[in-house]
């Protein structure tokens, strides 16, 4: 299935039509926190008063509860900031498929944050979607800004080159 996801042209349009959908979503998103006045200190506050529970109805992730409370929350105006502009870049990058595998990994990191403070939403279908966007690589952004971007930032950072171009 890696190999199909990474070659096939059939894979390559189905990946850029939920490439696409994503970025509408994550866009708007991101839009609306920008244009509006979005402030995450009380969902913040509402995860590490009632964190997600296990099975005895302990906290489940106390480390990410206590990284909201001494890192997060001190620092609200700054995770504002960066949550609005994230999703609206996220959105922008998926959606004209530019360096799209980065917006993809960006965009399932704040999808693993949405789901450790407990919210849970559309949250797994993202991370499923954007999981088979990194699976593919390239080819879930053939059809977009990549088809160009991509070859020219492997022609000029040569960390970036393909193995089969690498000359030893």
Do not use: C, H
Request: glycine share 8%; no cysteine.
């Amino acid at each position: 299935m890696v190999k199909w996801l990474k070659t096939s042209k059939i894979a390559m349009w189905i990946l850029t039509v939920l490439r696409v959908y994503l970025g509408f979503q994550w866009a708007v998103s991101g839009w609306t926190k920008v244009s509006g006045s979005f402030s995450a200190q009380g969902l913040i506050q509402g995860a590490i008063e009632t964190p997600v529970a296990d099975d005895a109805g302990a906290n489940a992730y106390p480390w990410y509860t206590n990284f909201l409370e001494s890192a997060v929350l001190p620092n609200i105006d700054l995770f504002d900031f960066m949550v609005s502009w994230g999703e609206l870049l996220v959105g922008l990058g998926l959606l004209f498929g530019a360096l799209t595998t980065a917006a993809a990994f960006f965009g399932m990191v704040m999808n693993f944050s949405y789901l450790l403070a407990g919210t849970v939403s559309v949250n797994p279908l993202f991370i499923l979607i954007q999981l088979f966007i990194l699976i593919a690589g390239f080819n879930a952004s053939k059809v977009g800004l990549d088809y160009w971007i991509i070859p020219f930032l492997r022609d000029k950072i040569p960390f970036l080159k393909k193995q089969a171009d690498i000359r030893y």
